[in-house]
């Protein structure tokens, strides 16, 4: 191998290595941090809410009018989306996983705490709430009829049970079971004890509470209450498998048709608020991916026209080279280990730039550190990019006869 | 060491056919100093490069050091042309990027010598032209007469048995071109066999024997030499 002569060869024509070197260094840093990201969001995307997302759809209904009264609303409402044909079950529901709008609080182990244990949705929903969202018991029971309670604009207590999710309750008190045990949804208000654990349960909100990990998206209670703010009610239906679409249309229909005091509002899928909610990171995606791979079509047309240019520019040299005993696999082993050496200078600054880039990333926006694999692949990926960009220009020096050496032009 | 048979090259493009050398016919032995002088497109270069490897040849027979090249393929051409043949260009052909070390060691990494016996070879050769204190030095720092020294230290740290000098002084002043025609005598004596293409006929007149070059034919050549004397008498033979 002839890398010492072409590191020094190289080291005359700084200008040339520094700037493909760079490129290299800035695309390795640029390609690794964004695939990290990229694998982040779709790993994000892919997970499960923890309800049944293929059968489910929410309905609002808005009222309107002296007459009209939240609380029989709500009462009427969710008694007539029972007594649809096809559908499985239906809860008052404030919010749903993914709507990127609900009600959260801190919750406490003690009355004297000052900084809450853990941040929580909170899912107001009735005795139905669990089998209409589709969700999963993992101990103890659910809400009874009898719990549940209106939750007005003056309503200061919380009630006292409440049902969290399995994520919430290790972070409560790992190592051992909630069940039984009380927590503190306001400090100033009586305890709250928990009746029971739910296997999964989404919050609203995506990418909520990061600095707490990612389980933090999962710190879920449900409170045995139907919010009766102004004039808004909202419910969650689950329907019979396949039916959800042929339900939501009648569903909408009989809402309009059992009370003119009020708007139903536009029925939607939790298939669409997931789409929806996800919006931003599908669409950050896109862009990573497209940068990615734009910056490596610049980096290796990059390195095609620094080749070309310098296969131009040495003919005679290679010419020379042929003349005094090199075949042409010399010549074509010297120009991809001329771009290996480069890569391979540009890769070791990048190293360290994906690194700070990465360091820069975890100190200002929450990131996590960059896996090893990451850098690895990157590593990889642009090595081999760089011995394919050279290539052809490589393949064309080693074409240049050696009667070239002594043409005199 | 170099025998050509009515050898020709015609250069083909899909208009005309262009006969740079015709029923050519040279011989050239052992230890021989031979000028091939000729007007400029007589076909002095096209020789050379075929005596050098460089270029394939459209008919005749040719060997190198009894090696018959015909039908030899272009790794088969680069591996005798690196073993046996030293070039001397007009224009040096130094490798400006590669100090002089590096410059003299090109030749000898494709021959695949280890590198101590380059080093040896290296520094015994750049001593031979008087630039054994130069080694780190790039083709750029030095004059004209040093860098076709330096060219003529790298045609032989192979140990070449023939070398092909194209108007090794014709980038040179009188004096440079006078040091660096002494270097080659000197070089012969020792045994390499020197061909020289070169126009300049006071150079030619200090070769053993002239071949005369027009349209591409040998036109005349000097009577069947004597071997190696020092003098510059004729030693090679046009068959």
């Known amino acids: 191998m002839e890398i010492r002569p072409i590191l020094s060869a190289l080291m005359r024509s700084k200008v040339a290595l520094v700037l493909i070197g760079l490129q290299i260094a800035l695309t390795l840093a640029i390609v690794c941090n964004s695939l990290f990201i990229i694998s982040q969001r779709v790993q994000m995307m892919g997970r499960e ?361 | 060491m170099l025998k050509m048979k009515h050898l020709s090259k015609v250069y083909r493009t899909h208009l005309i056919e262009t006969h740079a050398l015709r029923d050519f016919s040279i011989h050239v032995r052992e230890g021989e100093f031979v000028a091939v002088t000729g007007p400029s497109g007589s076909g002095k270069t096209t020789f050379l490069n075929i005596a050098g490897l460089l270029e394939e040849f459209s008919g005749g027979e040719f060997w190198v050091d009894g090696v018959d090249v015909r039908g030899m393929n272009d790794d088969q051409r680069s591996r005798l042309r690196n073993e046996k043949i030293g070039f001397i260009f007009q224009g040096f052909n130094l490798i400006p990027d590669l100090n002089l070390f590096d410059n003299v060691d090109v030749p000898l990494r494709y021959r695949g010598f280890s590198a101590a016996d380059r080093k040896r070879r290296i520094e015994e050769n750049l001593g031979r032209v008087g630039l054994a204190s130069r080694m780190k030095h790039y083709p750029a720092e030095l004059s004209g007469g040093q860098q076709q020294r330096v060219a003529i230290a790298r045609a032989l740290a192979g140990s070449p048995r023939l070398l092909l000098a194209d108007e090794p002084t014709g980038n040179l002043d009188s004096l440079m071109a006078r040091g660096v025609l002494e270097l080659l005598e000197e070089i012969n004596r020792q045994g390499t066999t020197i061909i020289m293409v070169t126009h300049d006929p006071e150079l030619a007149a200090r070769a053993h024997r002239n071949v005369h070059v027009i349209d591409g034919q040998v036109t005349d050549f000097d009577a069947e030499p004597q071997l190696r004397v020092p003098s510059g008498n004729a030693t090679a033979a046009v068959a």
């Open chain 1, 49 to 409: 809410s923890g309800i049944n997302e293929a059968d489910t759809f929410t309905i609002g209904s808005l009222g309107f009018g002296a007459a009209f009264d939240i609380k029989t609303s709500i009462q009427e409402d969710v008694a007539l989306l029972r007594s649809l044909p096809g559908v499985a079950d239906a809860t008052p529901t404030n919010t749903t996983p993914m709507s990127n709008g609900g009600w959260s609080t801190g919750i406490n182990l003690t009355r004297e705490q000052k900084t809450s244990t853990a941040p929580s949705a909170m899912y107001f929903v009735d005795e139905h709430g669990l089998n209409a969202f589709g969700a999963k018991l993992a101990e103890g029971r659910f809400f009874t009829a009898d719990e549940i309670t209106f939750r007005e604009r003056s309503s200061v207590d919380w009630p006292p049970v409440i049902v969290i999710t399995r994520a919430l309750a290790n972070k409560l008190f790992p190592d051992q079971s909630a069940l039984g045990k009380q927590v503190y949804l306001d400090t100033e208000g009586n305890p709250n004890t928990i009746i029971g654990v739910v296997e999964r349960m989404q919050v609203p909100w995506i990418g909520w509470s990061a600095e707490d990990g990612p389980d933090a998206e999962f710190y879920s209670t449900f409170v045995p209450q139907n919010v009766a703010f102004g004039n808004f009610g909202r419910y969650l239906v689950r329907t019979e498998p396949g039916r959800r679409d042929e339900v939501m249309k009648a569903a909408e229909a009989a809402m309009l048709k059992s009370n003119h005091s009020r708007i139903v509002r536009e029925p939607r899928t939790i298939e669409r608020i997931r789409a929806e909610g996800y919006q931003g990171h599908r669409a950050m995606t896109i862009i990573l991916i497209g940068v990615i791979v734009s910056l490596l079509a610049v980096t290796a047309l990059g390195i095609v026209g620094m080749a070309s240019f310098w296969v131009t520019q040495r003919t005679k040299q290679i010419g020379t080279r042929r003349a005094l005993g090199a075949t042409r696999g010399s010549i074509l082993r010297y120009f991809m280990t001329e771009n290996f050496v480069i890569t391979s200078l540009g890769l070791a600054l990048g190293v360290l730039l994906t690194y700070g880039l990465n360091y820069w990333l975890m100190a200002n926006y929450a990131a996590q550190r960059l896996p090893l694999v990451y850098l690895a692949g990157g590593i990889v990926v642009l090595m081999l990019l760089g011995q394919a960009a050279v290539f052809g220009p490589a393949t064309r020096a080693s074409r240049v006869p050696p009667a070239v050496a002594t043409r005199s032009v």
